[in-house]
């Protein structure tokens, strides 16, 4: 099961990755995605830690 929980993590941080090439091409303050996109990067890290933190709860074995 925590090998799910690695798996996962590994595709937010790689969608994020893309994200990040991708935000470059968007003017800065377009209708706020600038914002948005702080706000959402900022969620998706507290939940990355929040799934690494349970991988214990979840995989007593690890």
Excluded: G, W
Excluded at 4 to 12: G, H, K, L, T
Excluded at 24 to 43: T, Y
């Amino acid at each position: 099961m925590s090998h799910q929980v690695d798996r996962a993590v590994e595709d937010v941080d790689k969608a994020m990755a893309m994200l990040r090439e991708a935000i470059r091409l968007v003017p800065a303050r377009r209708q706020a995605f600038k914002a948005n996109h702080d706000r959402m990067a900022r969620e998706m890290a507290r939940l990355t830690v929040a799934l690494m933190d349970a991988r214990t709860a979840i995989d007593p074995k690890d």
